[in-house]
């Protein structure tokens, strides 16, 4: 099975940057859609972003605007470019693809985002 790995989570102060990174252990988005996730202490996991079979984006309302989701399909990589983060924003991010043909999820173990002064 492919495994995800995530990586670019630490701590940054109120209308900073980050950018996350999850790497796929083989090539997979010609069959998938990738997508990230969150979930914050006490609240369930939500959708952030997510690329579909078109190319097209989608985004949480919350991130709309600030947060931006990118692949390069060569390295089997995705990305999450987060801007003018807010302390709402921290939360563990996940990424995730779904193998469409297979109605399977494979999710990657995590990264903290904290946003904080």
């Known amino acids: 099975q492919v495994q995800l790995v995530e990586s670019g989570g630490g701590l940054v102060q109120p209308g900073g940057s980050l950018r996350l990174s999850c790497a796929a252990s083989?090539?997979?988005?010609?069959?998938?859609?990738m997508g990230w996730y969150r979930q914050a202490p006490g609240k369930q996991r939500e959708l952030v972003a997510r690329?579909?079979?078109?190319?097209?984006?989608v985004y949480a309302d919350s991130v709309k605007g600030r947060f931006t989701i990118s692949s390069d399909n060569a390295k089997n990589t995705v990305f999450l470019q987060m801007n003018t983060l807010k302390p709402e924003d921290t939360a563990v991010y996940y990424c995730?693809?779904?193998?469409?043909?297979?109605?399977?999820?494979?999710w990657g173990n995590g990264t903290l985002v904290t946003v904080s002064s």
């Open positions: 995730n693809a779904y193998v469409v043909h297979r109605s399977l999820d494979i």
């Open positions: 083989r090539s997979i988005f010609s069959i998938s859609d």
């Open positions: 690329i579909v079979g078109d190319g097209t984006s």
